[in-house]
């Protein structure tokens, strides 16, 4: 069955720490799939042994793609049915200093593979690497001084609205009865979608790549089980090695009605036990949230406009959340694409002041029909900016906000009779718990509190959002605080002079949009 | 026991439809309750008959006020135990041009007593007539310039921030354990209060009268019982004959923790008996709406910042619906008084562009604690123009809006299995089937749609409300159509030229705040 398979010549025998060590094989096209195929590679570094599965790269080639994250000696040893053995050893070098790793969730937020915080801040572009190349190096031009570090991005080519248009190349070649044929990959699709992920790696952007969407005319999102689950085995063969994938396992999966909840712990599963990488993975939700307890589920990832919830949201399902659809800046008719710039912004902050992450779109109308939300190209709102005036404030304060206890924090399903026992007599608390769900949704969303701190309690930061006050009070503890007054929108932070202690009452402009940064000037005597 | 009572001198023969005809007799001071007291006037009209308790007025004066609705001779008997009977006869003259009589309940709008729409635009200062006469004048001066044709005023004293001063007056005589002696009225108290109410008739105003409130340090939100009757019996003798009385049983009835539901189906049955005049009565929550639908409430007064449910709450109630608290224009610390004015002007149109009527308030900080909400005094504001300007707009086509079908019509509690016949096969109605009631909230809200037709549908109204739309279509009937754009913040009206007909595309300004006004150019062919 082999064809003499020459050894793994040309290739680098060092690797950076997180980047791609990459082994090629040449042997005769498959019989069978091109997907299954009877080859990996056990690599064995300092103290760790992974074992990879290769797959077809076309005219004869095999490849198995591996990242180290152990500095030092590697070996690896093919196993194939149809390739000789072969083994092989590379040094992995250290990583470059811009270059942390896959993204993990740890606890409430992430972190890469070396320690570093990582707190994304996404924005979305569904469809933009089924585009002309020019439009693809314009969207490249564009994220590259774009506020953003991660990337909403499907697979699937996309049919709705302003995306009316035939993607060139499609992921799969078809069968005799003109079906998708998933065990044959269609590979010019796959080249420039990986390359795709690789520019987005040049730029620091995490590839938050979508599985599975409804929005479909080709039949993709109507495939079997089956045939889904060799697409992943695929996706996971090819993809997986890049340190900056996620995996988004569908856009709005309440909306593919051809789906079972099943269908996707099968797949949340499948992805799970084969990635080696433990890459991000989640489910995004048109109106319900998914099951974020599931195992495999790595974090949140929701839309919704109720970001007043987030704190809740961390709670519930306690693991990280990002509302990667919390609707868009944009001026099209449909009423997921209207916000003014100024909410957009506005809900990033509410987010982010109780603990979570938020994702940004742009919706635009062009005659052109080249929305940045779906095929990418340039940005024109007046949100990405501000975006980035917070972006650089989250890291200023290390990336890892935790929301301030909440007032309410009564659960409306226990607390008919019984408000906290401090506060039994409390008669507006007993009041509250009288609420149906409604009702205490409502109110909630009305007292939301939007405040947090630094993961060190050294900062306090408290936004104001849509409230016109004038007058503040902040409960600071008995050490000295420095005060800033932050204009969301205007972008300016204003130090006001000296420090302040315990409960301080603060003068604010009275218009919406505005926060206050509390830092701690010294350390708590003790 | 009678005083050899003169027969009523010096009181007019004639009176105006809608006005006040007093009779006055003299007697001795009332041995026991100055409230029940044993007289009573039966009025004879063309075709009518009424009885009419009287009250005490001090100084041995009795007085009987009686409103006729009817022109013509009127002749009059009393009745009394202490008192000689005394007949009269007066004759009714018609209105003033301005004097339309009392307001109804009529469907699901208002209307006076001569049938002329009444379209509620209130304010709300809450203690107006409980501060020093110069502030009082002050109120009034700004009225008689703002956009406000009802108000919302308590009878009780106010007890809550930015309102810790004693009022001159209270209502009622203390007895001999210092309590409150609700049989014994403070005549100064309520000489004021009802010189007040016809200030504002002269203005044109609805005085909003609300009869219970929490906000209380007195003793008055825990009367028992039988002193809240006692108390409105005197309301209703005093008070009723003024046409432009409403009855507010409380302000924030659910924060009144010492009331049962018995007591509230008890007020409002007594009212609803003995107020000769049927004026508008309902209650006013705080958290939870209350049961509109006793058959005593003739409307909705409703506090809520969910205004996109207005339309539902036409729909659950039958009634007319008032949001008299949707939050105030202000800078405050509460969080029920920092909306932008731009966002108050926005929850009045969704209000009334759903088929209901929305209520001012203003609570701007002032270090001298005079906030227009409570205490009245000078508006600075920016809502109020604009409420202005959406007053003259609804008024110019006539006053009673109702809202243009909702898309997403279906009861969730029944749609589990049933989306409506035509629709069974549209997988997103069956996903929205499936949501729980807070999901369904929330969809509601992020779908909403205001938009509502003239009654005679000679007009439709759409606003756009935060969107930022750029484009919108109209559906409209395959008559000819004129189009208007206006901006409800700048408040412009811009006439588009031509006519269009069916289904139409509008460009718009994508920015927030803009509707656009459809009138019927020319009447249907049929």
């Given amino acids: 069955m082999t064809d003499h398979a020459p050894p793994p010549a040309g290739l680098a025998s060092r690797v950076r720490k997180f980047e791609i060590y990459e082994v090629e094989f040449f042997g005769v096209e498959p019989t069978g799939s091109h997907v299954e195929v009877d080859l990996e590679v056990v690599f064995e570094g300092p103290g760790t042994r992974t074992r990879i599965p290769g797959f077809y790269a076309g005219n004869g080639r095999y490849l198995v793609r591996f990242s180290p994250a152990t500095e030092g000696r590697w070996t690896y040893r093919t196993s194939s ?5 072969t083994v092989g050893e590379f040094r992995c070098l250290p990583a470059r200093p811009d270059e942390h790793g896959p993204v993990r969730a740890e606890g409430l937020h992430f972190q890469h593979d070396d320690g570093t915080v990582f707190a994304p801040f996404g924005t979305t572009a569904y469809a933009w690497t089924h585009q002309p190349p020019e439009l693809i190096a314009q969207t490249l031009r564009t994220l590259a001084t774009a506020p953003f570090n991660k990337l909403r991005m499907c697979v699937f080519p996309k049919s709705m609205a302003y995306n009316s248009d035939e993607p060139a190349e499609q992921p799969f070649e078809r069968d005799a009865d003109g079906g998708w044929n998933v065990h044959r990959p269609h590979l010019p699709f796959w080249e420039n979608f990986e390359n795709r992920i690789r520019d987005l790696a040049r730029l620091g952007i995490q590839a938050d790549v979508i599985l599975f969407h409804p929005h479909d005319r080709w039949g993709f999102a109507t495939l079997s089980r089956e045939s889904c689950l060799t697409y992943l085995d695929y996706c996971l063969r090819r993809l997986s090695a890049h340190a900056n994938v996620w995996w988004s396992l569908a856009n709005e999966y309440d909306m593919m009605f051809d ?55 961390r709670t519930t399902y306690s693991k990280p959340v990002i509302n990667d659809e919390c609707r868009y800046e944009g001026d099209i008719e449909e009423p997921w694409g209207q916000l003014s710039p100024f909410e957009l912004v506005h809900r990033f902050w509410a987010t982010i002041l109780q603990g979570g992450y938020c994702t940004h779109g742009e919706t635009y109308y062009r005659d052109d029909e080249i929305l940045w939300w779906a095929k990418g190209g340039e940005l024109r709102g007046g949100s990405a900016p501000r975006i980035g005036f917070l972006r650089a404030l989250v890291e200023e304060l290390g990336g890892m906000l935790d929301p301030a206890p909440d007032r309410f924090a009564i659960n409306p399903n226990d607390a008919v009779a019984a408000p906290p026992a401090n506060q039994a007599d409390n008669l507006h608390l007993r009041a509250l718990a009288r609420l149906d769900a409604v009702g205490w949704e409502r109110f909630r969303e009305g007292t939301a509190k939007y405040q947090a701190y630094q993961s060190d309690r050294a900062a306090l930061l408290t936004y104001f959002g849509r409230s016109c006050q004038s007058t503040a009070h902040l409960d600071l503890s008995e050490d ?31 218009r919406e949009g505005i926060a206050v940064l509390a830092r701690r000037a010294r350390p708590a005597a003790q």
Same sequence: chains 1, 2.
Wanted: with cysteine.
């Fill in 480 to 510: 000295e605080w420095t005060l800033e007054i932050l204009d969301v929108w205007n972008m300016t932070r204003t130090r006001l002079p000296g420090t302040s202690s315990g409960r301080t009452r603060l003068a604010l402009p009275g």
């Fill in 259 to 313: 789906r079972t909840p099943q269908d996707w712990d099968a797949f949340g599963e499948f992805i799970s036990a084969n990635d080696p990488y433990g890459h991000p993975l989640s489910v995004h939700n048109w109106l319900e949230n998914f099951d974020f307890t599931k195992t495999w589920v790595t974090h949140c990832s929701i839309q919704s406009s109720a970001v007043h919830a987030t704190a809740q949201w």
């Fill in 81 to 85: 049915s149809f390739l000789e053995e």
